[in-house]
Structures are given as structure tokens and as C-alpha cells.
């Protein structure tokens, strides 16, 4: 339901989506759901928040809220961090 590489399609995370989502959160280009373990399940456009990889470990689990902008995702951790990723220029590294 919409351009597959602006999350229209989840088949590359259909299996972590099957159960236990409790919230779902989306930008201009990517989504994100957040697992009631507290983990985070990111797809759509690879450099616009769809891929998570980079930070993968660090949403594995203890998230608690996610906020974004039309290209870029933070999540708030339980402990008060708070991870990002997504466009680099708009948001998505907050490492420097």
C-alpha cells in the first residue's frame, strides 16, 4: 500500500511485525514500530529512517517513545539516552 521504497512495503520485516506491535510511528519516507519488549522494528527509505542498522543493537530494546521529522527518527530510551538515525543532515546522527 504505497511505493516500496518509502515503506509501502514491510515484507522485509513482516516476521517482527506479527505480533506484539504497540505503536507505529512514521515519517515523510519510513515507518517504525515499537514492540511491546520495548524494541523498535524500522523500515522504508534505507537513508530517510527505514534502515536502522547502524544503530540496531540500541533499539533492541528499551525504547520508549519515538519522535521524527520528514527524514529522520530519534528514540528515547528508557535510561533517558536518546538514539537517532536516519538523514544525516536533517537529524538522523546526532554522534557529533
Not at 46 to 69: E, F, I, W
Not at 75 to 81: R, V
Request: glycine share 18%; hydrophobic share 40%.
Amino acid at each position: 500500500w504505497g511505493h516500496a521504497a518509502c515503506g509501502g512495503s514491510s515484507s522485509s520485516v513482516a516476521d517482527k511485525l506479527a505480533s506484539g506491535v504497540i505503536a507505529v510511528y512514521s515519517n515523510r519516507f519510513a515507518f517504525a514500530a515499537l514492540k511491546e519488549d520495548g524494541g523498535l522494528v524500522t523500515w522504508g527509505h534505507p537513508d530517510r529512517g527505514g534502515d536502522s542498522s547502524g544503530v540496531a543493537d540500541t533499539l533492541a530494546s528499551g525504547v520508549t517513545a519515538v519522535y521524527s521529522n520528514s527524514l529522520a527518527f530519534a528514540a528515547l530510551k528508557e535510561d533517558g539516552g536518546l538514539v537517532t538515525w536516519g538523514h544525516p543532515d536533517r537529524g538522523g546522527d546526532s554522534s557529533g
